[in-house]
């Protein structure tokens, strides 16, 4: 059995980065860029006013109260026609172009009108440079303003179009078939016979696809038969990574490693020292359309999700060029004694609290690797490596956070 560190290792260097798409600003949130983006102007692009007011000259307006004479209005998007001279102001509103001579704004709520003269009153001395944004404030023509790799949030997005880039290059998404198979799996939603249950693997590894930044292709459920299972296989052919849920095991009806290896699959690695996750397989299928890599997830659904945040979820990563891969990994407190640990890596699903001292887990009694209430109810995954010591609440652990 590889170490988790080992598998993490041997399937990140399976993967790199797909090639580039342009696409608008508005398809561009959640996408990982891969040109960096850079300033075509500067913002502003001249100085500019910060508030509503007046734009003075500072040695005017330091003994209160003052009269000056107002000489223009200078509205956002328009240009000032003539310099301030001594004792004059000019109108300015907020984002305005500041006239020549001008080196203060007087916010409105210190001045009082007075014909086409403005009184400034208490409170309203001229401070050099006051609430003026200098040209290239924000930034400098040519500056970098995301770096490659990013994953685009909304403020990203407002930089590039105050950089005016109206579209990106970002990596192209990467396509990711997914495959439930068993005879015991019913949809959601339809009648469940007895012995029978819902297949909820599929849905939930499309939903993690998609919150990676990857394409699902929800390919459906193959039953535990070979022509079943190598159909469904097929299908997949033009994805670049393969998920298959179930059928991992050494059980008769374990047919995933089996079928892919009869189509000629190179399999990389299969069983992992961890709980839960254990069976996971990794290989790679050569089809017409080019490799196939195939990652055979267990079929317990919270092995299923579990082995997806730490090897799928990084695969999917270094397939868009992210700059970070792998899940989030923090320190957190014990709240309960732990026994020692035997040879497997322990992923330990527990209820999380944050406090100023950080993180304080406490792992659920039960740690039964069917049970998704428990996974769902999770705030992270305590780490327990392979012969751990027994360890006292209070100590300090490892954990994946979730969510
Ligand atoms: P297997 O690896 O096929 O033996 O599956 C292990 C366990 O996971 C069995 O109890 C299956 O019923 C269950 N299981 C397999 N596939 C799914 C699925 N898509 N959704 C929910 N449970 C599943
Ligand atoms: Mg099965």
């Known amino acids: 059995?590889?170490?988790?560190?080992?598998?993490?290792?041997?399937?990140?260097?399976?993967?790199?980065?797909?090639?580039?798409?342009?696409?608008?600003?508005?398809q561009a949130l959640g996408r990982v860029l891969s040109t960096p983006v850079t300033a075509r102007l500067a913002h502003p692009p001249q100085a500019v006013s910060a508030m509503d007011g007046y734009a003075v000259r500072s040695v005017d307006v330091q003994q209160l109260p003052v009269r000056l004479k107002v000489v223009e209005a200078i509205a956002a998007?328009?240009?000032?026609?003539?310099?301030?001279?001594?004792?004059?102001?000019?109108?300015?509103?907020?984002?305005?172009a500041l006239p020549q001579g001008a080196d203060a704004i007087v916010i409105q709520e210190n001045t009082e009108k007075d014909g086409d003269h403005v009184r400034i009153v208490d409170g309203g001395a001229a401070i050099k440079g006051r609430h003026i944004r200098v040209a290239g404030n924000d930034f400098a023509e040519g500056q970098l303003g995301i770096p490659a790799g990013r994953r685009l949030t909304p403020s990203d997005i407002g930089l590039a179009a105050a950089m005016n880039w109206p579209w990106l290059t970002v990596t192209r998404k990467p396509r990711v078939a997914i495959i439930s198979t068993g005879n015991?799996?019913?949809?959601?939603?339809?009648?469940?016979?007895p012995g029978q249950i819902i297949a909820s693997n599929g849905f939930a590894l499309a939903a993690f696809v998609t919150q990676s930044g990857g394409e699902a292709i929800h390919l459906g459920i193959a039953r535990d038969e070979e022509s079943a299972l190598a159909d469904l296989i097929d299908r997949a052919a033009g994805a670049d990574l393969l998920l298959t849920s179930g059928g991992a095991s050494v059980g008769e009806h374990d047919l995933v490693q089996g079928v892919l290896k009869s189509k000629g699959?190179?399999?990389?690695?299969?069983?992992?020292?961890?709980?839960?996750?254990?069976?996971?397989?990794?290989?790679?299928?050569?089809?017409?359309?080019?490799?196939?890599?195939?990652?055979?997830?267990?079929?317990?659904?919270?092995s299923a999700i579990v082995t997806s945040t730490l090897f799928v979820g990084p695969a999917i990563a270094r397939m868009l060029g992210e700059s970070e891969v792998?899940?989030?990994?923090?320190?957190?407190?014990?709240?309960?004694?732990?026994?020692?640990?035997?040879?497997?890596?322990?992923?330990l699903r527990s209820s999380v609290v944050e406090d100023e001292t950080g993180f304080l887990a406490t792992p659920f009694g039960k740690q039964d690797s069917a049970m998704l209430s428990a996974l769902s109810r999770s705030g992270g995954l305590v780490i327990r490596p392979p012969h751990a010591p027994a360890a006292k609440a209070g100590a300090e652990v490892e954990m994946v956070r979730l969510g």
């Open 1 to 26: 059995m590889l170490s988790v560190k080992e598998a993490t290792d041997r399937i990140l260097s399976a993967f790199t980065p797909l090639g580039p798409e342009v696409v608008s600003l508005d």
């Open 77 to 96: 998007g328009a240009l000032p026609v003539r310099a301030i001279g001594a004792n004059e102001a000019a109108r300015i509103f907020t984002g305005a």
């Open 184 to 193: 015991e799996l019913v949809q959601p939603g339809e009648t469940v016979a």
């Open 265 to 302: 699959m190179a399999l990389d690695f299969w069983k992992i020292a961890m709980r839960p996750g254990k069976p996971l397989m990794f290989g790679t299928l050569g089809t017409a359309k080019g490799a196939l890599k195939v990652i055979g997830l267990p079929g317990n659904p919270v």
């Open 326 to 347: 792998g899940p989030r990994i923090v320190k957190a407190r014990l709240a309960i004694d732990l026994p020692a640990n035997d040879l497997r890596q322990d992923y």
